[in-house]
């Protein structure tokens, strides 16, 4: 009987130890493809703690080439409209205070050139300030590059004349 018995007590032993080998190996990578799954998630929600706190300088970054980076590529495209439209909101705050605080329309039209200089993130801005009579000289600010600023007054030109009177109606 020991004879049939003992080879049977033998794969036993060898089947247990395969299958808590295999066991933990599906484990460990069961574990391995949960971490993989969750970084994405973990990426887009610092990305949205990130926005909560108005930080739009910091793009999600997720490489998994599957429905998770499309939701990230997505997700950046909406942080970069929303800094967009908060730095709109920004600059229209600031030029509406200018004008509520100061007399001048020149300062005015400075605040404005250099708000929407930095709002619509473009090369240069130019205000004119058009007096009751279009035809006298406008007041020009100019704004470039953040940092360059002119002031002057231009006499207008008859293309931009029929066109402001076009707007008047």
Not at 5 to 25: C, H, I, M, N, Q
Not at 67 to 79: K, Q, W
Not at 91 to 96: F, L, T, V, Y
């Amino acid at each position: 009987m020991q004879a049939v018995l003992g080879p049977l007590s033998a794969f036993r032993r060898t089947f247990l130890a395969t299958l808590v080998a295999v066991l933990g190996f599906v484990v460990l990578l069961s574990n391995v493809q949960v971490r993989r799954s969750l970084e994405p998630l973990t990426e887009l929600s610092a990305g949205t703690r990130r926005l909560a706190r108005r930080d739009f300088t910091q793009a999600v970054q997720v490489s998994s080439r599957d429905e998770f980076e499309d939701l990230a590529a997505s997700f950046n495209a909406m942080a970069g409209e929303l800094d967009q439209q908060f730095r709109t909101l920004t600059a229209g705050a600031a030029i509406d205070q200018a004008a509520l605080t100061s007399p001048r329309g020149e300062d005015v039209a400075s605040e404005a050139a250099g708000r929407l200089l930095d709002s619509l993130r473009c090369h240069a801005v130019d205000v004119c300030l058009v007096g009751e009579r279009a035809e006298s000289p406008w007041h020009h600010v100019r704004a470039a590059n953040g940092t360059t600023r002119g002031e002057g007054t231009v006499q207008p030109l008859a293309p931009e004349l029929e066109a402001l009177r076009a707007a008047r109606g």
